[in-house]
C-alpha cells in the first residue's frame, strides 16, 4: 500500500483548527497508509506533542517543516482588510519544502475530512500542476481577473483543497513563478490563491465540488455540476467542509452554522478537547444569513432537479 501524503500550513493560533481537522482525515482514513506533514515556523512543543500524541493512535508519520521564509519577504498582503502571516504562502513553497514527495493532498486548517482520500490521491494528475474544485462562491471582479490574465468566464479554483503535482512543479520552476506573481505590485485579492490560479490557469484538473463543500455558500457558477450525481453528493453526502465565511465558524457559539455539530464531534475527540468556544460577535447576523442560505439552497435544487 502506497503511503499518502497530507500537508497543511498552522501557527500556535491555529494549531485547535489543524488538529481537529488532521483528526477527522486520520478517523476516515483508518484504512490508508498516511504521512502527515506539518509547515511551520511558529508552533510551541506543547502544540507538537499534541500532534504526535494524536498522529500515535493512529500509527501515522507525522513530520514538522520549518520553511524558508526569506523566500517570502516581498510578497504582497492584502492590508485593507487583514494583514496575513507569511504562512498564507507557504504552499506555494512545497515543492522545496517536501523535496522528496512526488504529490501530496494540501488542505487549510478550517476543514473536516469525512471520506476516504484515496480516490483523490490516486488521480492521474501527471500533465497538471493541481487538482482542485472550482471556487463557486467568489464574486467575480473584471479587475481582479485582468490581473491574473483570465476572462471572467474562465473557471478559477479554490486553494483550500487540493492535489498537487510536486514533480510537475519542480519540472517547470513552478515555485519561482508561483513567487513572481505572489511579489509583483498588485491589488491583493487573494494571496497564494490567486499565484496559483495564475500560474496553472490551464494546467489544473477539475475534481468534483463534493471534495470542498462550504458550509455556507452562494453558487455564482454555472454548470456547476457535470451531472445530478455530482449535485446530490455535493448536498447529501460530501467528502470534505470547508469553513472558509469570517462569522460561520464552527467554533463559535452559533448553533445554526451548517456542519457545527461534525466539527464538534471530532473537536471532542481530539488532543485540544478542551478549547472553550468563542463568542461570534455577529451571532444574529449569522443565524439569519444560515436560515437564508438553507432556502437559497433548496430553490436551488428544486431549479436544477433535472440536471
Known amino acids: ?138 464574486t467575480k471582479d473584471a479587475d481582479h481577473f485582468s490581473q491574473l490574465n483570465m476572462s471572467v468566464e474562465e473557471p478559477y479554483f479554490n486553494s483550500g483543497f487540493m492535489l498537487i503535482n510536486l514533480d510537475y512543479w519542480r519540472a517547470n520552476d513552478s515555485e519561482k513563478e508561483l513567487l513572481k506573481f505572489a511579489t509583483m505590485p498588485r491589488h491583493v485579492y487573494f494571496h497564494d490563491q490567486d499565484a496559483l490560479n495564475y500560474v496553472f490557469k490551464h494546467k489544473w484538473l477539475r475534481i468534483e465540488p463534493k471534495w470542498n463543500r462550504y458550509n455556507i455558500f452562494n453558487i455564482n457558477v454555472a454548470n456547476l455540476f457535470a451531472n445530478k450525481k455530482e449535485m446530490q453528493d ?4 460530501p467528502c470534505v467542509i470547508h469553513f472558509p465565511g469570517r462569522y460561520f465558524k464552527p467554533w463559535f457559539r452559533t448553533w445554526l452554522i451548517p456542519y457545527r455539530k461534525e466539527w464538534l464531534k471530532y473537536l471532542k475527540s481530539s488532543e485540544w478537547k478542551d478549547m472553550s468556544l468563542r463568542r461570534n460577535e455577529k451571532s444574529i447576523y449569522a443565524t439569519v444569513k444560515c436560515l437564508y442560505t438553507s432556502i437559497k439552497h433548496i430553490v436551488y435544487k428544486f431549479k436544477n432537479r433535472n440536471i
Open 1 to 138: 500500500m502506497h503511503i499518502i501524503h497530507i500537508a497543511c500550513s498552522t501557527d500556535d493560533n491555529y494549531a485547535v483548527l489543524c488538529g481537529v481537522m488532521l483528526y477527522s482525515l486520520m478517523e476516515n482514513n483508518k484504512q490508508n497508509r498516511l504521512h502527515l506533514h506539518i509547515l511551520s515556523n511558529e508552533l510551541s512543543e506543547e502544540n507538537k506533542n499534541k500532534f504526535r500524541r494524536q498522529s500515535d493512535r493512529y500509527g501515522v508519520c507525522c513530520s514538522f517543516h520549518t520553511v524558508n521564509e526569506t523566500l517570502l519577504e516581498d510578497c504582497k498582503y492584502r492590508t485593507k482588510v487583514h494583514r496575513l502571516s507569511k504562512a498564507a504562502y507557504y504552499r506555494i513553497l512545497l515543492a522545496s519544502t517536501l523535496a522528496d514527495v512526488s504529490k501530496v493532498i494540501y488542505l487549510d486548517c478550517d476543514m473536516i475530512v469525512l471520506k476516504d482520500l484515496s480516490a483523490i490521491y490516486n488521480l492521474d494528475i501527471a500533465e497538471y500542476g493541481v487538482s482542485a474544485v472550482i471556487d463557486y462562491d467568489m
Open 234 to 237: 455535493f448536498f447529501s453526502d
